[in-house]
């Protein structure tokens, strides 16, 4: 190992051999040494045996300072290169041109270059990109992006537009351009009201949680405004059911000793009668309309003033799939039934009075008024007197009554309607047995006119005869 300044000197022939033989042995070794050649040239070698390990330096153009280059023990650990540019990087491909290649952006940092622009950046607080990142499809167990020591837990592409989490092979997460799919339940952390665990950007309280197991709340500006029980309950302005609240179903509640209201609203204020203001409907699962009721306004409203209206009550009869109007309650507070629909009142059957004149209500509950018009009647004929005699044959009877209504101390004149029917069915109205029979039920004691009318006018030919009689005997 030897340096030299590379000039021969004048001397005798072994002399000039010797210098000679010296720098050759310089050039042989890189001009070795602990210590830099004491002349030094642009682009000379020098193995700087001087530092551990030794490496290799090269002289700069200006002959200025010396640039490492490599270690001369084997490693290659240390290879300083210039910084470069994105345009020019320090390291570059021979057919790619000057533009491609490796250079070093800042501190810490290794970037990727071609065609002159930055591609990949490298630090020591992020791997950044500014091209798309292109992987293979992958599959559930062997995705394109995987972890190490678990390459089948990852991210891969399903299918055209379509992107999947996979763990342990097994599809979890799935994202399209129409749907995310999970096939794992999505767990959340129970939050609070004013700290809901399912929020949204820009209005953090806002959002759903879970006061307690099985129940759902959801708040907003952070209060609470609903909850879904743990026994199904759907609770609106309150967190706590009543005793009394079935489970299921709604529990709506005012504020302090206010009602708790249930408001259907138009988006509009109704201008001509006919205007449906509110509707409530009842269906099956399907849809399948079973009955509604609706609220139609009377009239143009005026607000503050007018707000003129009825309610309408609907049906859907046997063999139909629609509801028919039965019932309105009108804006005057009166109740019209629809054509061709009968007022039935069952508890009317079942509650009796000896106290009050009889009117049509059969057994179950229809009540009807009387008509006399003869355009309700056909086939008329003159009542016989047999019939008229034989109410001579009904018992008349002082009772006292059992029905709920009637104090049982007092005391009634009437008939027996078991015995009047004996006599003429027709004085009486019946219920029908489920086995089809007919028991009398009431006496129509109104039907008793026709028969006593017959009587009276045939006693007062009687006794007209009979005045013409003795008016006779006493002239002669």
Known sequence: MATHDYIISNASGAAVRADLNNALAAIATNNSSATEPTTTYAY???????????????????????????????????????????????????DS??????????????????????RLTTSTTAFTGTLPWQGQNGTAAAPALSFSGDPNTGVYNVGADNIGISTNGTLRFDVSTTATTSTLPIVHPLGAVGTPSVTFTGDLNTGFWSPAADTIAASTGGSERIRLDSSGRLLVGTSTASSGAPTGGALIQGTGSAAGPITLQIDATPAAAGTDVGLIRFTNSSGGLGAQ?????????TNGSNHRSRLEFSTTPDGS????????????????????????????????????????????????????????????????DQYADAILNCRP??????????????????????????????????????????????????????????????????????QAEVAALKTQ
């Open 44 to 94: 000379q070698w020098w193995a700087d045996t001087g530092s551990s390990p030794t490496v290799m330096k090269l002289r700069n153009a200006a002959n200025s300072a010396w640039v490492t280059l490599f270690q001369l023990d084997g490693e290659w650990s240390v290879i300083p290169f210039e910084n470069g540019t994105a345009a020019a990087p320090s390291i570059y491909f021979k």
């Open 97 to 118: 041109g000057t533009d491609t290649g490796f250079f070093s952006p800042g501190v810490d940092q290794v970037g990727i270059t071609t065609g002159g622009a930055v």
């Open 321 to 384: 799939s629609s509801p028919t109007e039965r019932m309105r309650l009108d804006s005057a507070g009166s109740m019209v039934l629809a054509s061709g629909t009968a007022f039935v009142a069952p508890y009317v059957h079942n509650t009796t009075t000896a106290t009050a004149a009889n009117v049509n209500v059969d057994a179950t509950g229809f009540l009807r008024r009387s008509t006399s018009s003869i355009k309700y009647k056909t086939n008329i004929e003159t009542i016989e």
């Open 293 to 301: 009721i609706k609220c139609v306004s009377d009239g143009s409203w």
């Open 397 to 466: 009877v002082w009772y006292q009554s059992t029905c709920d209504a009637d104090k049982p101390e007092w005391g009634y004149w009437g008939f027996i309607a078991e015995e009047v029917a004996e006599i003429d069915p027709r004085l009486c109205f019946f219920k029908e047995e489920e086995d089809g029979t007919l028991e009398p039920e009431g006496v129509q004691y109104d039907r008793f006119v026709p028969h006593l009318l017959n009587l009276i006018k045939r006693q007062g030919e009687a006794i007209a005869d009979l």
